[in-house]
């Protein structure tokens, strides 16, 4: 009971602080368009990994990218995992240039066995962000060398509280599924001069998505999970309203829902474990093509990742050196944007490394990241350089163990 009041104690700070996490996630200029810049590699034990999960599992893992991995948790124990980044972004764009360090909290998760074969987590994770202010100055129409500035600014993104089930099949054959709730607010604002239009948007979705691995032993040091994702295009509901202030007068407006939708996408994975060295390998297909863009300047397009993660784990005695009981991680991503900005594309990768460590009866997993995104004609240059830390406690539970 102990390990529960602890752990319920961290849900309800946690909830408490993800509403303020959501100003400071990003400060990309790009964030305005569509629902904010799409979460990606910020949270998990396997950010050192190139962000691989469809086929990884693990007793201490919480995996809700594939949610049929919690199987393979401890069944003893109720499992709390906490993560928080650090990442310093840089942006080149038309001879502009824009620098700006962003950090908070950025995960919170629960999970742990119910009954045999039936397992379950919750959690609130960030869906995407949206956080930018640039001005910008345009000439007088009808005036010769008259120009007046605009200043444009916006903070806020959606969150997911997600309730995760799993179920062991087989000895060999796990399923999953995620029902997720997307919520938050974006604030978007534009200035000129005395006068402001504020834009308030309200967003709210239920959604799902799925889950399948495959686990199984080759010889006795050897193991292979394969594991499948399937998540569903699905509306969003946008409520908007807008204020328009000029000198001392405001005047408020209440527009249409806003028509928007979540990208449908498919994922593919695998891991081998072999002794004490894990390869994992996972592609997505995600088909942002079905977002609405409100600029005619910018298109969302469908998009292709490949990543691929190692992990040696000497797996020492706790009699033996610290450097034995780490756990060594590296991967790489590789993608295509899912904006396209004046009819150009672009590419982009991201290169990790990790360290996991037993820390006061639980794990430890930092990691460093480089990512580059890059335009076709130097349209835009995106540079992040990031850490992430996340605490994963796991609490023995003899005597409530159902």
């Known amino acids: 009971m102990k390990a529960i009041k602890r752990s319920t104690a961290f849900v309800f700070l946690m909830m408490a602080t993800s509403a303020v996490a959501q100003n400071v996630m990003t400060s990309s200029p790009y964030s305005m368009f569509g629902v904010g810049e799409i979460a990606s590699g910020l949270y998990g034990q396997n950010v050192g990994m190139g962000n691989v999960a469809y086929g990884m599992r693990g007793s201490f893992l919480i995996n809700s990218d594939n949610p049929a991995g919690l199987t393979a948790l401890d069944s003893c124990s109720l499992m709390a995992e906490a993560s928080v980044f650090l ?78 089930q799993a179920f062991m099949l087989t000895r060999n054959l796990s399923i999953g599924v995620n029902l997720n709730y997307l919520f938050g607010n974006i604030t978007q604002t534009e200035k000129q001069s005395t006068m402001s239009i504020g834009q308030t948007s309200f967003a709210q979705a239920f959604l799902a998505d799925f889950g399948l691995q495959y686990h199984r032993s080759i010889g006795k040091e050897s193991a292979l999970t394969l594991g499948a994702v399937y998540g569903y295009r699905q509306r969003i509901s946008m409520s908007n309203s807008i204020t328009i202030t000029n000198g001392e007068a405001v005047t408020e407006q209440k527009q249409k829902k806003q028509k928007q939708y979540l990208p449908q996408f498919i994922g593919l994975g695998g891991a081998w474990q072999y002794k004490k060295m894990t390869y994992a390998l996972d592609y997505t297909f995600r088909e942002y093509s079905s977002l609405v863009s409100d600029d005619n300047l910018v298109k969302f397009k469908d998009t292709h990742e490949l990543r691929a993660g190692v992990c040696y784990s000497p797996n020492g005695f706790l009699s033996e050196s610290v450097w034995r009981r780490f756990s060594y991680k590296a991967g790489i991503n590789l993608s295509t944007p899912y904006m396209q900005i004046r009819g150009k594309s672009g590419n982009a990768y991201r290169v990790s490394v990790g360290l996991g460590m037993p820390v006061l009866g639980g794990q430890v997993n930092a990691a460093l990241f480089y990512e580059r995104s890059l335009w076709k004609g130097n349209m835009l240059d995106r540079r992040i350089i990031g850490a992430t830390v996340t605490y994963t406690l796991g609490e023995r539970l003899y005597k409530v163990k159902l």
Do not use: C
Request: net charge positive; glycine share 14%.
């Open 87 to 164: 990442k310093s972004e840089s942006y080149k764009s038309g001879g502009n240039s824009n620098h700006a360090v962003s950090g908070n909290m950025s995960a919170f998760l629960l999970g742990g066995r119910i009954m045999p074969r039936w397992y379950m987590a919750a959690g609130v994770t960030p869906y995407s962000f949206v956080g930018y202010y640039f001005q910008s100055s345009q000439p007088l129409e009808g005036s010769a060398n008259t120009y007046y500035q605009s200043t444009f600014e916006g903070d806020g993104g959606l969150s997911k509280a997600h309730l995760t």
